[in-house]
């Protein structure tokens, strides 16, 4: 169960969803005016590898989020601080177990 308030995890859906817009409105950017007149290749082309991943993560967020497990680290368990959801909203680890995935990573 979320240790965040009904009202805070408000806050971080709408952060979520304007991440979400923002990674959405620059891929159609890259798409042509006409879509018809591009091929299915240029389309995903447009959506990054990067964007792609940030898109994943996002929806993992709010799925987290509507089963009240945002703000829970998905390795321990222990609560994520809030500075760190902030700055990172879709953060799924605490600092500690961040630190040592990537430790693990390399």
Do not use: N
Request: charged share 30%.
């Amino acid at each position: 169960m979320s240790y965040l308030t009904e009202e805070q995890l408000t806050h971080f859906r709408e952060i979520l969803e304007r991440q979400e817009a923002a990674i959405r409105f620059r891929v159609r950017l890259t798409v042509p005016d006409d879509p018809d007149g591009c091929d299915v290749t240029e389309v995903g082309d447009a959506l990054s590898r990067k964007e792609f991943a940030e898109l994943a993560d996002i929806e993992a967020a709010k799925l987290r989020i509507s089963q009240r497990q945002y703000g829970l680290c998905s390795e321990c368990g222990c609560t994520i601080a809030e500075a760190r959801l902030e700055a990172y909203p879709t953060a799924k680890r605490c600092t500690h177990c961040q630190r040592l995935h990537e430790q693990h990573s390399q």
